[in-house]
Each structure stands twice: as structure tokens, then as C-alpha cells.
């Protein structure tokens, strides 16, 4: 298993930009799927982007053309590229890792056995 430290969040205006980056622990960082999902008050986690340990690459709807995901194998770490951010872009950011085959449909909260503890994402308007 790997253990996953998310970090970059912050206050940003709408607008702006942040990116979020997810350390991960252990020599099999290049064998694992990579997500972003995040959580906003009173709502349930929702999926914003995934990677496959292939390099395949997938989005949500509500952040495709804005949002990119990528990682460095080397350095254990995976990223979130959040441009033209807008308020409602505002939650609780979590990475989340999980080996094997990435579904067809990644977003499924349930997939994923590991996850880190978040880091907070806030969009002034």
C-alpha cells in the first residue's frame, strides 16, 4: 500500500490558478491508478480527474479543459493543475490510489482503497 500526503491547496480568487500535489510513499508508486476526487460541505465526494499507471487520462465533465492531471513516477508524485478556478470549485481536495485495472468508469468513490486527508481548495468570487 501507499500512503498519500496531498498539499498546494489554498485561497484563490475565481479566476486563478492552484496546483495540488499528492506525495506518495513506497517503490510501487509507478504501478498505481492516481485520482483526484473532492468533497464539498454537505455534499457527497465526487470525481474530478484519474490516471492509469499507463498514463491514460480521465475528467469529470465539470472540469475538463480546465483541469490537468499528471505525475512523475521518480518523484512518487501526482498532480492537479487547476486553471481558470471558479467558486464552485471550492472543496476539500483528496488524491486517492488503488493497483490493478482502472474501470471504465473511475469515478466510482468505492474503487479506490487508498486515500490521503485532503487539502482545502477555496475560490473567492
Known amino acids: 500500500q501507499v500512503q498519500l500526503v496531498e498539499s498546494g491547496g489554498g485561497l484563490v480568487q475565481a479566476g486563478g490558478s492552484l496546483r495540488l500535489s499528492c506525495a506518495a510513499s513506497?517503490?510501487?508508486?509507478?504501478?498505481?491508478?492516481m485520482g483526484w476526487f473532492r468533497q464539498a460541505p454537505g455534499k457527497e465526494r465526487e470525481f474530478v480527474a484519474a490516471m492509469s499507471w499507463r498514463g491514460n487520462t480521465y475528467y469529470s465533465d465539470a472540469v475538463k479543459g480546465r483541469f490537468t492531471i499528471s505525475r512523475d513516477n521518480a518523484k512518487n508524485t501526482v498532480y492537479l493543475q487547476m486553471n481558470t478556478l471558479q467558486p464552485e470549485d471550492t472543496a476539500k481536495y483528496y488524491c486517492a490510489a488503488q493497483r490493478g485495472q482502472l474501470p471504465p468508469s473511475p469515478g466510482r468513490v468505492d474503487y479506490w482503497g487508498q486515500w490521503g486527508q485532503g487539502t482545502q481548495v477555496t475560490v473567492s468570487s
Open positions: 513506497g517503490r510501487t508508486f509507478a504501478s498505481y491508478n
